[in-house]
Structure formats: structure tokens, C-alpha cells
């Protein structure tokens, strides 16, 4: 049996607790929370699974060795006498990233190419040969992490950001991540159990991404490859294993998703995107102003949007906010409504105290997703239910 090894999810700050919380339903041990990044334990199965699985991770790193860097030439010492051939051979290609926290090193390109100079000439002191360097499509992805004057080498099982999960084929203007609508989804925890409706769902996003969490779709099914499948140990039978018994566990759905948007142009994008993921099955949009509309059911509901910032997209922020206050207040009894902004002055016009204040980033942007309660009554009343039925 295949010993365990350590590994490195990295995520969106603010999604730590959520990818530790998937990694340990995967089946992950030693399961550690760090900074935009959760370390674990697991073999090549978990690798792939969590590769396959995880909603919230962007990268799973495999380090293959940590030392001791006060120099250049220290890294490029170090970093030469890795067996490499181990990893990819001369007809492969390579690309490097670094990221670097340390007042001796302090150009993340600079060890990117440094480390990528001790790589090539091993295999050409060695081998006569030298592997291309191909920044797109490369054999093998390496990971580079810096912090003072430790060094941690990782093999980037994952290739392309896994946010990049394979449907999107139609781009808006400000589209969402990925990984953070999924993120926003699970911290609403929002699982499938209600109505699901994002009031302003642009290209579609959010709404894929809560489907694909409603019936225990692998997010990233819809992906053309994983980093790992050029790795020269990849096990494509022990992969099909895994991807089947995650099919395996896919589930019905028995409420709605929808998404309203005012711009035919931005939803036929929407339909162009959720056609991919092959989910009109469980997804409907339609041209709706959302300030017009009012909630169809008296079931429960959950509302979770990414409204315009005004950093892309120019908007009055005080009259939009005060219009989404509004909308909650009088049109969307007995819903929990979850959005994202990082314009806190224009928060401020909605006109609602939120019951929760999470924070994220949103690109480079430092975000609130903040919750809105939408009582049938007045909350007061509510809670003179809740004492009552105490009695």
C-alpha cells in the first residue's frame, strides 16, 4: 500500500476553514489551516481526488523537499542537485512559479528563472539534452515558495488555477471567480436544501457552481487536464477509479436554481455557460429586473448575488444599494440573502443590518459577504414566536 505524503491546498483568503472542512470529507488526514493555504496528508489517489473534488482550492502543491536558502547560489546549488530526471525527462517541458517573503530574496521572477537555470543544466551536464521551458502547457509545473530564508520545492499537481473549471466558454464583464462563488455558496450554507436564486447572475457563475454543489457534481469534471496526467508516474487507471466513484456519488435535486439579469446579451452568455457544464436541467435564467420582482414561493429561499462595485462597471452604488434594501425588504419574505461587495460606503445605503459580516477578496479587491435575514413579519415578532414556543 502506498505510503502518505503531504500536500499543500492554497485558496482564497477567507476559504481556509472551508477547504479543510471538504479536504476532511474527502478523506484527507493531519489536516493543518494556514494562510490561504490548508496542508495534508494523503497518497496519488487523494492527490487526483482532490484535485477532482475540492470547490475551494486553487492549487494542490506535492512539496518534495524544504532547506535552507541565504543565497542565489544556495538555491541554485540546492535546486541543481534535485534528481529531476525522477519528475520529467529532456523531451518534457517546464515552467516555474515563485512566490517570495523574504528581505534577502525579493524578485519572484528573478528565482523563478534561477531555479529553471539549475534545472536545465543538471539534465545537460547529465544527459547532453535540456527540456524546454513552456509556460502554458508544460510537463511539469514547479512550485517555488520562499518564506525568509526557508525553501519549500512542490510539484504543482494541478496545472492551470483550478478555478478554471472547464465550462466557462462565454466571458462577461467582472465575472466571478470560481472558487470564491463556490466559496460564497458553502459559507451561506446553502447545500440543496431550497430555492436558490442569484438576482443578478451576469455570466452564469454563481448558478454553475451552486448546481454542481446542490447535486455533488466534481467541480472540475468539465477540465481538459490536470498538471499531474504529463507527470511520467501518472496512474490513468487509479485516475478513471476515482473519477467513477465520485460519479458514483452525484445526487438529485428536487428545488430551483434561477438567475434574472437585465442584459439579453449577458444572460445568453449565462445560457452559453451553463449549457457546458450540462446543467439546463437544474438552472433557469430569464431578462428580469430584480427591483421589480418579488419572491414566486412561500417556501424558503436563498439569495446569494455579486452585485455591481463600480470598479468595473459604473453604477450609482447609493441609489443600487438602497434599491437592493428595498427589494429584500418588501419583496423577499422568509429568505437568507448573501452578497458580496467591496464597496463599504454603498453597503451602508442598503438599509439592513446584516447578521453576518465574512471577509474576503474578491480578485484584489478586500470584500464583506454579509448575510440579510428576510423575516415573514417583522423580526420582532419572530423572535416572540421562537419564546413562545418555549413556554
Not at 531555479?115 to 517555488?144: C, M, Q, S, W, Y
Not at 530564508?149 to 492551470?160: A, E, K, P, R, Y
Request: hydrophobic share 35%; aromatic share 10%.
Amino acid at each position: 500500500m502506498e505510503k502518505n505524503f503531504k500536500m499543500v491546498a492554497k485558496t482564497l483568503y477567507g476559504l481556509e476553514e472551508i477547504l479543510a472542512k471538504e479536504l476532511r470529507q474527502l478523506g484527507a488526514s493531519e489536516v493543518v489551516i494556514g494562510t490561504r493555504n490548508v496542508s495534508f496528508m494523503g497518497d496519488t489517489g487523494f492527490m487526483y481526488k482532490a484535485n477532482l473534488c475540492c470547490r475551494t482550492a486553487i492549487k494542490i502543491l506535492k512539496p518534495i523537499t524544504v532547506f535552507n536558502v541565504f543565497t542565489e547560489d544556495d538555491l541554485y546549488k540546492r535546486v541543481y542537485n534535485i534528481p529531476w530526471e525522477e519528475y520529467m525527462n529532456t523531451k518534457g517541458s517546464l515552467a516555474v512559479d515563485a512566490t517570495v517573503f523574504s528581505k534577502q530574496f525579493t524578485h519572484s521572477k528573478y528565482i523563478s528563472l534561477k531555479t529553471k537555470d539549475a534545472i536545465v543544466d543538471r539534465f545537460r551536464d547529465k544527459e547532453g539534452t535540456r527540456p524546454n521551458v513552456d509556460l502554458d502547457h508544460p510537463t511539469l509545473r514547479i512550485n517555488i515558495h520562499i518564506d525568509r530564508n526557508i525553501c519549500t520545492v512542490s510539484l504543482d499537481s494541478s496545472g492551470q488555477s483550478l478555478h478554471k473549471r472547464g465550462y466557462k466558454v462565454a466571458n462577461t464583464i467582472a465575472p466571478i471567480n470560481e472558487v470564491l462563488a463556490a466559496g460564497m455558496i458553502m459559507l451561506s450554507e446553502w447545500n440543496g436544501q431550497c430555492d436558490f436564486l442569484d438576482p443578478m447572475c451576469g455570466g452564469g457563475t454563481i448558478l454553475i457552481e451552486a448546481a454542481m454543489i446542490a447535486c455533488n457534481i466534481p467541480p472540475n469534471l468539465n477540465r481538459r487536464e490536470f498538471g499531474f496526467e504529463n507527470w511520467i508516474d501518472f496512474d490513468f487507471d487509479l485516475y478513471k477509479l476515482i473519477e467513477d466513484s465520485a460519479l458514483k456519488k452525484i445526487r438529485d435535486f428536487n428545488f430551483k436554481i434561477f438567475g434574472y439579469d437585465i442584459d439579453a446579451f449577458v444572460l445568453s452568455k449565462a445560457k452559453e455557460n451553463i449549457k457546458s457544464a450540462n446543467l439546463q436541467e437544474f438552472i433557469s435564467v430569464r431578462k428580469q429586473n430584480f427591483f421589480e420582482s418579488k419572491k414566486e414561493t412561500e417556501k424558503p429561499m436563498y439569495l446569494v448575488f455579486n452585485p455591481p462595485y463600480d470598479e468595473r462597471l459604473q453604477v450609482d452604488t447609493e441609489v443600487l444599494y438602497s434599491s437592493i434594501g428595498t427589494a429584500l425588504k418588501h419583496n423577499y419574505p422568509g429568505t437568507q440573502a448573501w452578497m458580496i461587495t467591496s464597496n463599504m460606503e454603498a453597503l451602508k445605503h442598503v438599509g439592513l443590518r446584516p447578521s453576518r459580516r465574512i471577509k474576503l477578496y474578491n480578485g484584489k479587491l478586500e470584500s464583506k459577504f454579509v448575510k440579510y435575514e428576510m423575516y415573514e413579519g417583522s423580526r420582532k415578532a419572530k423572535k416572540q414566536q421562537k419564546i413562545t414556543s418555549y413556554k
